[in-house]
């Protein structure tokens, strides 16, 4: 079993739309949560990150960690082209120097 | 600051060549990682480096060698490609201060192609 499991879409929305991002993870330790976003032949960049469980909001962005269930979301609001992207789930546990990442989401918003 | 630079940026090697990608960061950061990303494998780690002169084996380091002779490069090397290696590697970087979360800064990538 993987460390952290993410559905690859591709997932197509249009303009405006919610958009919802979900990983789930199998060990317990985890307590940081990242969702990076990368651009088309580019490096990943941190979107946003979270500490054990509860929400995060930045903009248009909420990231949500439920400890209890090992399962995380992002949710991008009012969604623009300029979100197409692929967005990776990541996660480390506090004395851990590894990072754990999800396979990536696809996403195409449609103008 | 040009934050985490890698070189070459695109490369074709033949079966059984030799070379070495390398990794430079201008953050002053204690650990550095080598990653590869695959369609649908994500990011996977190789080798990280948690300071100078230290290395330490990922999920998938076969294959590859480390080195960490300076703080700010950490290369990346493969003594005898193989097709399966044909990937996208990511260098990335953050600082190893006490506190309990810092951010990994990711360079732009080397395409490589092992024919």
């Known amino acids: 079993q993987k460390e952290v499991e993410q559905d690859p879409g591709p997932l197509s929305v249009p303009e405006g739309a919610i958009v919802s991002l979900n990983c789930t993870y199998s060990?317990?330790?985890?307590?940081?949560f990242m969702w990076y976003r990368q651009y088309s032949r580019k490096g990943p960049e941190l979107l946003m990150y979270?500490?054990?469980?509860g929400n995060k909001e930045d903009g248009r962005f909420t990231a949500q960690v439920d400890k209890s269930s090992k399962y995380i979301s992002l949710f991008i609001r009012d969604s623009q082209p300029s979100d197409s992207a692929t967005y990776l789930c990541?996660?480390?546990?506090?004395?851990?120097?590894?990072?754990?990442f999800g396979t990536g989401t696809s996403l195409t918003v449609i103008p | 600051n040009a934050g985490v630079t890698q070189t070459p940026k695109f490369r074709v090697l033949k079966t059984g060549q030799s070379m070495t990608l390398l990794c430079a960061q201008d953050?002053?950061?204690?650990?550095m990682y080598w990653y590869r990303q695959d369609p649908g494998m994500g990011l996977r780690l190789i080798h990280y480096?948690?300071?100078?002169?230290?290395?330490a084996k990922g999920e998938v380091p076969d294959g590859y060698n480390v080195s960490r002779l300076k703080k700010q490069n950490f290369l990346l090397g493969l003594e005898s490609a193989a097709p399966s290696q044909t990937s996208v590697y990511f260098c990335?970087?953050?600082?190893?201060?006490?506190?309990?979360?810092?951010?990994?800064?990711f360079g732009p990538g080397t395409r490589l192609t092992v024919l």
């Open positions: 990335a970087s953050r600082t190893g201060t006490r506190r309990s979360y810092n951010e990994q800064f």
């Open positions: 060990n317990s330790a985890f307590q940081y």
């Open positions: 979270t500490y054990s469980s």
């Open positions: 990541a996660m480390t546990g506090g004395a851990g120097n590894q990072f754990y």
């Open positions: 953050m002053n950061h204690e650990y």
């Open positions: 480096s948690v300071g100078e002169g230290t290395t």
